[in-house]
C-alpha cells in the first residue's frame, strides 16, 4: 500500500511544477500511468479477507497518511477530482477495497455507489435482477432485525437502566463515534457485491437446463436460488420442485438467466402474444408436471397444423383458433413432440398425465433465441 501512496505523492510534487495552464488530457495520461503502477504494485487480493464492515485495520498506513495531513503535506485528495475519479473509476473492486483503507476521505469516495453500481452492472447484470434486489432488502431487515433483537436479550438486567438519561448519552454518543463512521452501509451497491463475492448471499435467478442437463429437464429454464464460489466461478443452485429442496453444484455463469418476467414459479404468466403467433416464431411456455409443482420455462416453436401443406405463401395458420407448439427436441410420434392450445382462450390447459401448459413468451430477442440453440441436446429423445 505504502508504494502506491509514494508514487501518489511523487506525482503531485511533480504536477506542482507543471503550468495549471496544461489540457485535461495531461492529467488522464498521468492518472493511466498511475493506474498501471498501482496495479503492478499492489498486493494479492481476496473478497474473503474482507468483512462487510470494512474496519480500518491498517492503522500504521493510516496514522501516517494523518500525521502527513496535520503537518501539511500534501495528501492524495490533493489531486484535482476530475483525476482523482478517473483513478478510481478504472480501479477493480479489489483496488476500491484496497484504497478505502488508506485514509477517511479515500474510504468514502471508495465505496460511492455511483463506482459499485458500474460493477455490480459488469459482473451481475445479467443474473442480478428485480426479485434479488427485493431479496436482498429482506435479508437486510432480517438481518438488522436479528441484530436488535440479541441486543435487547444481551442487556438483560440493564434493559430497565436505558430510559435514563445517563445511558440514553452514551448510547447516543456510541452511535456517532468511529465506529458507525467505518461501518458499510448494508444498503450500499458495494456492500451488495462484497456479499456476493464473498457467497453470503443466495439470490434467485433461473439456470438452464437444470440438476445437470437431467434428461427430464433439457431445453428448460428454471427459479432456483443461488450462491456464488469465487474459487471456482460457479455457483451452488437449491430447486424446490415440491415438498423438498434439491441441488446442483458448478453451474457455469452461461446457463443462468435474470427472470425474464417478475412473476412467482407458481404463478400462470398472462399471455400477451397469443394473437401474434405464426409458424416459425420462437417461444417459451410454462410447463409444470402437476399444480403443486412450479412452473418451469419451455422451450419451443410454433407449427402448421396438419391440414396445412407447409409452405409460407399459403399458410393460414395465424387465422386459426387452435396454434401448433412443437418441442423437437423429441422425436416425431413422441407425447412431448406437440401440444395444442386455444388462442382465443388460452389459460392452462393440461392434465396429470401430459402435464399442464401455461402462460406464453413470444421471443423476439436474437440473443435469447441464440442461447437456446445452443443449448441444444446431441440427440433427439424419445
Not at 124 to 132: D, E, L, P, T, Y
Not at 164 to 187: E, V
Not at 190 to 202: D, H, I, P, T, V
Amino acid at each position: 500500500m505504502l508504494y502506491f501512496l509514494i508514487s501518489f505523492l511523487s506525482f503531485i510534487i511533480l504536477s506542482k511544477s507543471i503550468s495549471s495552464n496544461k489540457p485535461i488530457g495531461f492529467w488522464e495520461k498521468l492518472s493511466s500511468s498511475l493506474i498501471s503502477r498501482l496495479r503492478k504494485r499492489s498486493v494479492a487480493f481476496s473478497f474473503s479477507e474482507v468483512p462487510l464492515t470494512m474496519s480500518l485495520k491498517k492503522k500504521n498506513v493510516v496514522s501516517k497518511v494523518e500525521n502527513e495531513e496535520e503537518e501539511g503535506k500534501v495528501s492524495l485528495v490533493d489531486l484535482p477530482d476530475l483525476t482523482l475519479d478517473s483513478i478510481l473509476e478504472n480501479l477493480s473492486p479489489a483496488d476500491l477495497c484496497s484504497m478505502a483503507a488508506v485514509c477517511a476521505c479515500l474510504r468514502d469516495r471508495c465505496r460511492s455507489d455511483y463506482l459499485w453500481e458500474k460493477h455490480m452492472k459488469k459482473k451481475w447484470g445479467k443474473v442480478i435482477g428485480a426479485s434479488a434486489y427485493r431479496q436482498w432488502r429482506w435479508h437486510i431487515a432480517s438481518r438488522n432485525r436479528e441484530k436488535i433483537y440479541n441486543q435487547r436479550n444481551q442487556k438483560g438486567i440493564f434493559a430497565s437502566l436505558q430510559g435514563f438519561s445517563p445511558f440514553q448519552w452514551i448510547k447516543t454518543k456510541s452511535g456517532n463515534g468511529r465506529n458507525s463512521r467505518n461501518s458499510l452501509p448494508d444498503d450500499s451497491f458495494m456492500s451488495l457485491y462484497l456479499a456476493l463475492e464473498n457467497g453470503k448471499f443466495w439470490f434467485p435467478a433461473q439456470v438452464y437446463n437444470r440438476e445437470n442437463g437431467h434428461a427430464g429437464f433439457l431445453l428448460s429454464c428454471y427459479d432456483a436460488q443461488l450462491c456464488y464460489d469465487s474459487q471456482t466461478d460457479t455457483f451452488q443452485a437449491r430447486y424446490s420442485p415440491h415438498g423438498r429442496w434439491s441441488t446442483e453444484e458448478n453451474i457455469e455463469w452461461d446457463r443462468l438467466r435474470m427472470p425474464p418476467i417478475d412473476i412467482s414459479s407458481h404463478v400462470l404468466h398472462a399471455s400477451d402474444c397469443l394473437d401474434d403467433l405464426r409458424p416459425g416464431d420462437h417461444i417459451e411456455i410454462q410447463w409444470r408436471r402437476n399444480k403443486e409443482f412450479p412452473y418451469g420455462w419451455w422451450y419451443g416453436v410454433i407449427g402448421h397444423l396438419e391440414s396445412c401443406e407447409g409452405h409460407r405463401n399459403h399458410c393460414h395458420c395465424h387465422y386459426s383458433d387452435t396454434v401448433v407448439l412443437e418441442f423437437n427436441q423429441y422425436a416425431p410420434g413422441s407425447r412431448w413432440r406437440q401440444a395444442l392450445i386455444d388462442r382465443k382462450h388460452h389459460r392452462e390447459e393440461g392434465d396429470e398425465a401430459d402435464g399442464f401448459y401455461g402462460g406464453i413468451r413470444k421471443l423476439y430477442n436474437e440473443e435469447e433465441i441464440s442461447r437456446w440453440k445452443n443449448l441444444w441436446p446431441t440427440k433427439i429423445m424419445e
